[in-house]
Structures are given as C-alpha cells and as structure tokens.
C-alpha cells in the first residue's frame, strides 16, 4: 500500500517519507488510520519502531488529499543486516533478534497494536 522514499526537510537529512501508493477515499482514510496507530505507537516510546516525526498534508486541486508520514531513515533495514551478517551469526545470535522480535510484538500487542508487515 505504501512507498517509502528517502528525504530530507530543512536541515533534518535523514528522513524517510512514507506515501500512499494508490489515492481513493479509502485509502485516504487508511492513510488517517495509520498515522493515528504511529502517533500512538510514538508515545508509548517504543524503541522498536521507528517514532513519526511530521505529518505533511498535501490538498490537490480536486479535493483529494496525500498525505506523507515523515520518520527518521535508518542505514538499513533489520533485514539487510541480517543478511549481510548471516556468516557471523551465531545461535545466541539468532535467538537474540528473534526474542527481541517477540519483545516487540508484545509491547505492541499490549497497547492493543497489531503488526500488519512483520517479515
């Protein structure tokens, strides 16, 4: 649903902007929904995802509106890592990312969040 893209705004460098792929009203309103869930996610302090910095609102002349969830870019991804340090990983290894994973989840799931794109 989504395309993330690198950013940056004033003299923030690392940013990353996060858009709708597809504008409808339903998506509008899934757009709505998911920055209400990161806000909340951002006050609860998670160190687990990555906290909304800005929400940019854009109105097109048609009425329709896009906006951009703004966060903070990270070098890479867990998976990239993971991949690139996959001769070095040990099973303590292994089994560290994976409960710390878990950590993750239930934090969120404690807050009654549930994660839609965990890979």
């Known amino acids: 649903f989504y395309s993330v ?3 940056h705004w004033n003299n923030d460098k690392n ?29 609860i302090c998670s160190e687990y995802v990555a906290p909304l910095l800005y929400v940019y609102e854009n109105l097109f002349p048609n009425g ?22 996959i ?7 292994c089994t560290y990312w994976a409960l710390t ?3 993750a989840l239930e934090q969120l799931h404690r807050c009654d969040l549930t994660h839609r794109d965990l890979k």
Request: charged share 30%; hydrophobic share 40%; glycine share 0%.
């Open 87 to 93: 001769r070095q990983l040990s099973f303590e290894k």
């Open 101 to 103: 994973i878990a950590q």
């Open 64 to 85: 329709q509106k896009e906006f951009w969830i703004i966060m903070p870019r990270y070098r890479q991804s867990l998976q990239e890592y993971l991949k690139s340090q």
């Open 15 to 43: 940013l990353a902007v996060k858009k709708l792929l597809q504008k409808s009203i339903d998506h509008e309103e899934m757009m709505v929904l998911e920055i209400h869930y990161h806000r909340v996610v951002t006050r």
């Open 5 to 7: 893209h690198a950013a």
